[in-house]
């Protein structure tokens, strides 16, 4: 959350907490205006897109595999690593539309694992945009809190009388 005050906020806004735009949404999501339904639909169809189209190459190669005669034992252990990975990815990917990471380094570290498992993470995306803007939640509490600490430091009476 950024604060603008007076007129170095910019754009002549008025001065308070902005919010914090979200990727494919801007910050169309505080007033849901801007084509927000849309964007949703968009965002949510693109997620599901992306994600069989991975599936397909995730499938290529799995055949790669069984062209190869690698055995069973690779075969299973490559489809038990996407899916559990997947699985992850998608619990990690969900729980950060509701909170922001309480340690950034564990966070780094689970990015490969994030990256196995990217189908989990886009279906994670897709359904999240069926509800709303992924990370709305969030950022809305965020921006409604920012806002209450501005309104209440503004609202407060100045404790150092001017001098004149």
Known sequence: MSEQTGKA???GEAPGPRPEPIRFFGTTWVEHDGHYGLRRAGVAIGALVTAVAACFVLRFAYQGLQIADTGSFVNVLVVVMFALCSAMAFRKTWEGFGARPTDPDRERSLQGL???GFIG???AYAFRALKEAPGEALHRKEY???QTRYT???SRPNKKPKRK
Do not use: N, P, Q, W
């Open 121 to 123: 993470s886009l279906l």
């Open 114 to 116: 994030k990256a196995i």
């Open 152 to 154: 209440r430091r503004k």
């Open 9 to 11: 906020a910019g754009d």
């Open 144 to 146: 409604e809190e920012a």
